[in-house]
């Protein structure tokens, strides 16, 4: 952004009238990205002013094409529609395929908002016929999602799956061609909310079974592939040499065909009149030879899922099916799962699934808009104080998170399980625990401080677990075993004290050695790390409750050493500072000791670091600030360290959602620790810690931070 206005500052200085107008349609773009529509629209408006010959049609055709994204964002569809018309119209006149089949597209997507179906479907077809030819497989993907919709509408079931199906077909497609697991998330942030859409569809179709596989089909994909690349190491290993190259040399051939295509389509957008028929051409030649690389590519690939099964559960990260997810339920017969879909601004879906009362899909009247807005005030009515700090404000009606706080949970709850409870579903003795995958903005609530109507918590009446997916529940377990029970890196950024091991000092000399002295800032933000005094005496404390744990505080907690000790341990405890970057969420991750500046470590545990450690730990607990955010990117939740020590191999996780109270947290660890001793599940473990903190700070910021992700059964102790 301080680039975008650096240079609209120079194009005014200039007076350059074109390069203000590109300059402001590049600032709204940045708005629109990060969710802040109305500043985007003015920019936009300021661009409408200077759209006057001579300027560039295709900047005009812009800046109206951008006006009706956000018009449509802000609840306008019939604003949005016009300027759509006009943008449609200068790019007829200019000649421009594929920019007449997204204008047709959005008119299709908008005529869906006016309640205009039939007008939706005709756009909608106009529209793929332009893009089949010009546009890449993720348009023509939208555009089906789209009509399917639009067909859904008009309760044309069979045209609807059909579109939706096919639409599927190039999304996995697409899916399965990303290298990075972790960047599977960020690809579906553009499908919009498409296994959503589907699984309304299904439910519409009454086939409630195959709209929660359709879900399920969704979530988590990267992360599965992550953690078997993790444990398997490269898929490739599962291959002969030959296999190999050919698997290589399909997918260079496959890479360069859509390259080729995509060029020839870039010189038909830019063609002259007397030019397009040549430029035709070569379009339609790059296509043929682009389908036959992808027919090439698919043959081989269905023939090394034929000849390695396992490469293709692998490869392909399947979600369970619904008969194991019946199983699932049988053998928790306490447990209520709860699954949510946010299909639109208007609509979510909430599956509920037991042994008892089997499988429910509830409507809700709610949606992402809605949802958004309301984790954003309770979390901004909970948040009211400072930090990792040594002073436990009071727990009065003037302690953060009192005012206004208990009206948002509420809200919330209605919102959320309202449904749920008229349904019989939440009577009291029912269920004893709670397993709830989230969805959007709902991973941004606190679940464990929704309030009822009776004023309880829901964490006085269930345990809770949050998962990314049901079939996290049948993935492949941690085959690496912890060698020892515990290790605590407390304190990390503050003074130098003798690193403890009780029980045993075998790795003392090596940690101590690894320590320098010579520790000065890497990092620009590391002044933010303040000592943490009292995560120093959380550490020790937590430390104590294990025989044969170890604690490392201050410059002892340096990364060589806490990279190549965490392997070891069983249970990571992490009390230090976390950071957060939003739209790099892999960059964010856990503040460690200075490194000295001959180092080439940087002293920050990052997210991405961390999914390259071969952990054997059953359970990381993040008791730092903000540790349980990330990045929403599709369905893969949160991408952030919660995401990164699941696919490290870590089945549990324990992570802060706001800025946590050193005095309340050392309460609630020790507190969640001896339970866990105790031998009981990790949720009630969290359930005890939760309500004796309560106890003596009632408002939810001291005792409603901290949430279990993943596996919540007893730890196995050795």
């Known amino acids: ?75 306008s569809p019939d604003k949005a ?93 697409l899916t399965y061609q990303v290298g990075d697991p972790s960047q599977v998330g960020l690809l579906q942030e553009t499908f919009g909310r498409f296994y959503e859409r589907y699984a309304h569809l299904l439910v519409d179709r009454n086939r409630p079974e195959d709209a929660l596989e359709m879900l399920e089909a969704g979530r988590g994909m990267g992360l599965a592939r992550q953690i078997d690349l993790n444990h398997r190491g490269d898929l490739t290993r599962f291959f002969t040499e030959q296999e190999h190259k050919t698997l290589v040399e399909r997918t260079e051939a496959l890479d360069l065909g859509l390259s080729a295509l995509r060029q020839a389509q870039r010189q038909l957008e830019a063609a002259t009149e007397p030019q397009r028929i040549e430029c035709q051409n070569h379009v339609d030649l790059a296509r043929q030879r682009e389908q036959l690389a992808e027919q090439e590519y698919d043959m081989f690939r269905e023939a090394l899922f034929a000849r390695h099964p396992e ?74 104080a400072a930090g990792r700090g040594p002073i436990l404000k009071d727990s009065s009606d003037n302690a953060p998170g009192r005012s206004g706080e208990t009206a948002f949970a509420k809200e919330a709850y209605v919102n959320l399980l309202g449904d ?52 996290v529940f049948f993935w492949r377990a941690n085959p690496i075993v912890p060698k020892d029970s515990l290790i605590a890196i ?38 933010d790390f303040k000592p943490l005094p009292g995560a120093r005496v959380e550490g020790r404390s937590v430390a104590a409750l294990f025989p044969g744990s170890m604690l490392l505080v201050g410059p002892d907690a340096n990364e060589s050493t806490v ?7 069983g249970i990571l405890h992490f009390a230090t500072h976390g950071f957060v970057v939003p739209k790099a969420a892999l960059s964010s991750g856990l503040a460690l000791a200075e490194e000295a500046t001959s180092s080439k470590y940087d002293g ?3 997210a991405r670091k961390i999914m390259s450690i071969p952990l054997s730990a059953r359970l990381a607990v993040l008791s730092g600030c903000d540790t349980g955010r990330g990045s929403v990117q599709g369905g893969e939740g949160l991408i952030g360290l919660a995401w990164a020590f699941r696919a490290a191999g870590c089945s549990a996780l324990l992570a802060s959602q706001w800025q946590v109270n050193d005095v309340a947290t050392k309460e609630w660890m020790l507190s969640f620790y001896r339970a866990l001793k105790a031998g009981r599940p990790k949720d009630e473990a969290v359930q005890t810690a939760m309500l004796e903190v309560k106890t003596n700070h009632p408002s939810p910021y001291y005792w409603a931070a901290f949430e279990m992700i993943g596996d919540a059964s007893p730890l196995v102790r050795r």
């Not at 975008?4 to 940045?30: F, H, P, V």
Request: glycine residues 8%; aromatic residues 8%; hydrophobic residues 40%.
């Open 563 to 569: 990279t190549r000790l965490l392997p070891r341990y």
């Open 490 to 527: 407390a304190d990390p950024t503050g003074p130098r004290k003798e690193v403890t091991t009780l029980e045993s000092k075998k790795d003392v000399g090596v940690v101590l050695a690894a320590a320098n002295a010579n520790n000065r800032p890497k990092s620009l933000f590391r002044s």
């Open 1 to 75: 952004m301080q680039f975008a206005e650096q240079a609209l500052t120079i194009q005014k200085s200039l007076d350059d009238s074109r390069g203000i107008l590109y300059s402001l349609i590049n600032i709204a773009e940045i708005y629109d990205s990060v969710g802040q529509f109305k500043k985007a629209l003015a920019f936009l408006n300021q661009a409408l002013d200077l759209c006057k010959p001579p300027v560039d049609p295709q900047e005009s055709a812009r800046c109206l094409f951008g006006l009706g994204v956000e018009y449509e964002h802000l609840g």
């Open 420 to 471: 749920a409870e008229k349904a019989g579903l939440l009577k009291t003795g029912r269920y004893k625990r709670l397993v709830i995958v989230g969805s959007g903005p709902i991973m941004e609530m606190p679940l464990a401080a929704l309030c009822d109507g009776d004023g309880k918590r829901l964490v006085e009446r269930y345990s809770l677990s949050n998962s990314i997916s049901l079939s």
């Open 311 to 384: 490469f293709k559960r692998i490869a392909t990260a399947q979600p369970a099916l619904f008969s194991e997810l019946q199983a699932l339920a049988r053998d928790h017969p306490d447990t209520l799962y709860l699954e949510y879909a946010i299909v639109d601004d208007g609509r979510s879906l909430l599956f509920t699934l037991s042994k008892r009362d089997g499988l429910k899909c509830i409507p809700l009247s709610t949606g992402y808009r809605a949802l958004t807005e309301l984790a954003k005030n309770w979390r901004d009515a909970l948040e009211g």
């Open 81 to 173: 529609q016009d300027f759509f018309d006009r943008a449609l119209t200068i790019w007829k006149a200019i000649g421009k395929p594929r920019n007449i089949g997204n204008s047709l597209l959005a008119l299709g997507q908008v005529s869906i908002l006016l309640g205009r179906c039939e007008s939706a479907v005709d756009l909608c077809k106009q529209a793929l016929d332009k893009l089949r030819v010009v546009g890449n497989p993720q348009e023509v993907a939208g555009c089906l999602n789209d009509l399917g919709e639009a067909y859904r509408h008009l309760k044309k079931w069979d045209e609807a799956e059909r579109a939706f199906s096919e639409s599927r077909q190039l999304r996995e497609a």
């Open 604 to 606: 920050l545990l990052t």
